[in-house]
């Protein structure tokens, strides 16, 4: 008797999980709501949280594994996740003597770029049975949609590039100009897109740009006491254009060069300073026809 239950609990288990597996695999919200309020009473809460959590979650893909933890946490407790599994990455390959910016480093769109070395220390840490998931798992990228969305819009990896050049331009910045430099461009950025604030963007765009400098000063960066940074607006759209693509960035100066109104309109798509960018596009629309 106690063995044919316990078959029938194993068989009701393997149903319960293809079926989740079916759902989760269409992204389909309602269908695993649907199964919780199904199973729980046949399973019990507790062995049907083991299924979800210690077997669908860990078997499934990044993809899926990432639309779940977002749909039934919530982002921000799925961001909360993701900085603690990074967190808890960096403890693990550190205390191997390896180093950040160097055998591995955190993208401004949460993908994790690691070496050999570094992979095969994290998969060490892991049991058998989950190495080829979490192998997987590491060949996908984890990026917020709001940086998709403006990528894919402007067409070239733009918050990639914008961090190289910020990192090499804070090596020939005072730590109170660095500062400067990153608040501004930081607070432009987000002023234009809000939503890059909710895909905690300015956090990993600052780590990303420091990673490369000494901890002492890019601690001294970060704490820099200003409250109100004030940069040159001229060098940050030269950055800005570049990292778009533009091959005349350069002619963008503050004495012989001027703007052109193409430049103005890139600058409109991810760029917003005390005043508004289409408010300059307007005014020179009007007195371009007057002056032809």
Known sequence: MKINLFRQNKNQAAIAKRQFNDALSRHDKAAINGLITQWQPILGAEKLTNLIVNELLVECDSDNHSWFCQMFLGQFHYEQM??????NIFQILASEGLE???DFSFGVG???IISDRAEQILLNQLPQERRASFEAQLQTSLVPGAMTAIEQQLGCP??????EIASRQIQALSNSQAAAYLGVVLAGLVSRHPQLKDADFPTRF?????ESLPQERAMAILNDPQTNPQFNETIIFQHLLAAMGDTEYHRVADFDGFISLEQLKKLDLV??????????????????PQNR
């Not at 733009?158 to 961090?163: C, G, I, P, V, Y």
């Not at 600052?206 to 420091?210: C, D, Q």
């Not at 005390?274 to 020179?284: D, F, N, Q």
């Open 158 to 163: 733009f918050f990639t590039n914008l961090t």
């Open 100 to 102: 950040l910016g160097k």
């Open 206 to 210: 600052i780590i990303s740009t420091l």
């Open 110 to 112: 949460g993908e994790i």
């Open 82 to 87: 993701q900085r603690k599994a990074q967190n």
């Open 271 to 288: 760029w917003c300073g005390e005043r508004r960018i289409s408010e300059l596009i307007t005014m020179m629309e009007k007195w371009q």
